[in-house]
Nanobody, 119 residues
Framework: QVQLVESGGGLVQPGGSLTLSCAAS????????MSWYRQGSGDERELVAQ????????IYADSVKGRFTISRDNAKNTVTLQMNSLKTEDTAMYYC????????????WGQGTQVTVSS
């Protein structure tokens, strides 16, 4: 079955950096776009970044452009979110997501990893 396991969250000061990782299994990883979403307290879940089949094909939320970088390693079935110049407003639970197709399209989510940006 599809499994997504995030890691790398934690507490960091404003201006600092964190790297989130998502280990994927149970599907043809190379074939599907991979996404990072986040959800702050009281907020709706929002798309942070997505990488399609290759690292050259990415999209970012305006709020993270120039600060975050998403990348994938199709040999290791992992997707990484490098977060630099973190701000307090980046505080949220971060989730890895994939939408796969078998007989229908279905979304799968990881359990999330908490990122807290605070001094």
């Amino acid at each position: 079955q599809v499994q997504l396991v995030e890691s790398g969250g934690g507490l960091v000061q404003p201006g600092g950096s964190l790297t989130l990782s998502c280990a994927a299994s149970g599907f043809a990883f190379w074939a599907y776009p991979m996404s990072w979403y986040r959800q702050g307290s009281g907020d709706e879940r929002e798309l942070v970044a997505q990488v399609r089949r290759t690292n050259g094909d990415t999209i970012y939320a305006d709020s993270v452009k120039g600060r975050f970088t998403i990348s994938r390693d199709n040999a290791k079935n992992t997707v990484t979110l490098q977060m630099n110049s973190l701000k307090t407003e980046d505080t949220a639970m971060y989730y890895c997501k994939v939408e796969t197709y078998e007989t229908t399209w279905q979304n799968y989510w990881g359990q999330g990893t908490q990122v807290t940006v605070s001094s």
